[in-house]
Structures are given as C-alpha cells and as structure tokens.
C-alpha cells in the first residue's frame, strides 16, 4: 500500500469512529464523550501503521507502541471519569451547546469529524518514522523515547493526584502534588509527549516535519481547547477560589513563576 493511500485510509478511519461517536453523543446529549474517542483513535492509527506501514520494524514498533500505550492509557482515564457523570455533560460542552443553540447538534458533528481530522494531522511523526525504512536507531530515538517515559509517568501522575483530590474533596480547588505548581500539569506533560514524539521523528527522512504537532498541541493547549476552556469553567463554577488559586501558581509550566 502506498505513503498516500494508508493517510487517506487513516483518515476514513478516524472519519467513521468521529461520525459513530457523534451519533451516540447526541443519543445521550453529552458531547464529552469525544474526549475519550480523541484519545482512543491515536492507538487505531498506531496498529494501522504497524499492519501497513513498511518501515524498519523495531523503530515502527517503538513509535507505534509508544502511541499505543499512551492513547489507552489516557483514554481510559477519561472513560472512566467521563462515564461517572454521562448524565451530565462536562461544562465546556455545556457552554459550547449555549452557544451553538439552535444548531448545537450540526455544528457539534463538525466539531467531532474536525477532531478526527486533527488525530492524522497530528500523527505526522507516527507516519514519517513507521515508514522509515532505514534499520540503525540514532540518538533522536533515544532520546525521544526517554523524553516519552517521563512524560508519560508524569501526566498519569497529575491524573491520579486530581481524580484522587476531588473523591475526597469534591467542589474545591485541587492544589496539592504536581498541582501546587502547575494549575494544568497533566496538560504540560501531555505536551512533553509531543515533544518526544517529534524529537524521536528527527531520527527520520523529513523528520523535522514531526515539530508540526507539538506546535499545534501546544497552541490547541493555550489558546482553544485546553487552558482557556478548562479555566473558564473552573472561574464559573469555583469563582474566587479558583482566581486566588490562579495568583499563586503557574499556568502550565510546573516550578515556572507564577504572574502576579
């Protein structure tokens, strides 16, 4: 199979998952659940890249494992705290459903298919080292893959210090762990996955393409659906707690100033 017809067919793919979730989101009117098919649709194009792909094995299974590992462990993380509340859709959801009133419904289906479109757009790195065909492993790859672990090991970490703060203190403001110093930790080492994810691609033809991702998680993070969306909805439904909590710590780099 050709480099063009396995990105088609990855995007079909992520194309028909979206459509599906979509019909089940507006089924149960809880747009939320997108949030677990985002993650789960990176391990798909992992193992449609280890059937297709003719790259060089072991680096094709490093990469692909590496995404493997990392979108079912997040995934699962938001299935489960997701489907502990599928009555009642996560407050972001809620806002954009406002806001798209009448048409809520429609413009949520473009949504999910733009969601699905950019899990391919971010898989450049994926698809540029499954297709390497060149069998010594360099420096980039190694570093990238240690990068990977801790990254990783510290975004599971901050998802468990938050899931294990709100059972025993629902309603107030998680600042205890990696969330004293970062108010988006899980969101920082999120983005460090990236970058590995990029720096392992640079051991590859065309790799410095790979830097494409990090750069959109990273603005996605800042600018649109990440820091923005989940802070205005903590103001809303925290509100002073959550501003005096926004004075003492950093946005989103852990130990970084916090602005006064």
């Keep these: 199979m050709d480099n063009l017809t396995i990105v088609l067919l990855l995007i079909m793919v992520c194309a028909m998952i979206m ?12 747009a939320s659940v997108v949030d677990i098919f985002w993650s789960y649709n990176f391990p798909v194009i992992g193992i449609l890249l280890l059937l297709l792909a003719d790259g060089y094995t072991l680096r094709k299974y490093m990469i692909c494992g590496m995404v493997i590992i990392a979108g079912i462990r997040l995934g699962t993380h938001l299935l489960i705290r997701i489907s502990h509340h599928l009555a009642i859709e996560d407050g972001r959801y809620q806002q954009l459903r406002k806001e798209w009133a009448p048409h809520a419904d429609r413009k949520f289906f473009w949504f999910f298919q733009f969601q699905g479109l950019s899990n391919v757009l971010l898989s450049i790195p994926f698809i540029i080292c499954a297709l390497n065909k060149e069998s010594a492993l360099g420096i980039a790859e190694y570093t990238g893959i240690i990068l990977w672990f801790m990254s990783v090991a510290g975004e599971a970490i901050a998802d468990r210090q938050l ?4 059972i025993k203190n629902k309603g107030l403001v998680c600042n205890t762990g990696l969330w004293r ?13 990236w970058v590995s994810y990029s720096i392992f691609a640079l051991g590859s033809p065309y790799g410095y393409l790979g830097v494409i991702s990090p750069l959109i998680i990273l603005y996605l993070l800042l600018k649109v659906t990440g820091i923005p969306a989940t802070e205005e909805q903590s103001l809303r439904s925290k509100g002073e707690a959550y501003k005096a909590y926004q004075r003492s710590t950093s946005a989103f780099i852990p130990w970084f100033p916090a602005r006064q």
């Design 181 to 193: 110093y970062s108010r988006h930790p899980n969101y920082f080492f999120e983005w460090m996955m």
């Design 19 to 30: 459509a599906m979730v979509w019909g089940w989101a507006r089924a149960i009117n809880n």
């Design 163 to 166: 899931h294990t703060f709100k």
